[in-house]
């Protein structure tokens, strides 16, 4: 049996790199995927569900070149095959305005600001895979 999937969209390949290591601790029961953009992270999903694989999460960056982060999980929110899907912002350039649409157009689960505490993100995690 697969595991199921935690994908994490930033378009910095440090800031991939830092929450794939303080994900780790998921790793033996989670699949971590990591893309770059809002449109590889749409191919991936695709492809996952095409595939018959589990969705559990989507950890993703506010700003980002082409769709943000915000537009792009309020879309994925109107997506039947991922209404289930949990979804956790990062961002470092958050407006009250951005805030609002997150909350209440992409039905965010957990919204934290860069440069995030650890344990914050950790904590976050297992609250919504629980």
């Known amino acids: ?13 440090e800031v991939l790199a830092a929450t794939k290591r303080e994900l780790s601790v ?15 992270a749409e191919e991936v999903m695709n492809d996952l ?6 969705i559990k ?6 700003i980002m070149p082409g769709e943000n982060g915000i537009d792009f999980l309020a879309r ?4 039947d095959r991922f209404k289930n899907v949990k979804r956790i912002v990062l961002t470092g350039l958050a407006s009250q305005k951005d805030t609002i649409k997150a ?4 039905h965010i689960n957990f919204y934290l600001e860069k440069p995030w505490d650890s344990d914050a993100l950790v904590d976050a995690v297992k609250s919504l895979l629980d």
């Open 1 to 13: 049996m697969s595991k199921a999937n935690i994908i994490c969209v930033d378009d910095q390949r």
């Open 49 to 54: 569900n095409n595939e018959g694989q589990e």
């Open 26 to 40: 998921f790793e033996n029961d989670y699949e971590l995927v990591e893309c770059e953009s809002a449109g590889e």
């Open 76 to 79: 994925i929110s109107k997506d």
């Open 57 to 62: 999460l989507i950890i993703c960056d506010h």
């Open 103 to 106: 909350i209440n157009e992409a």
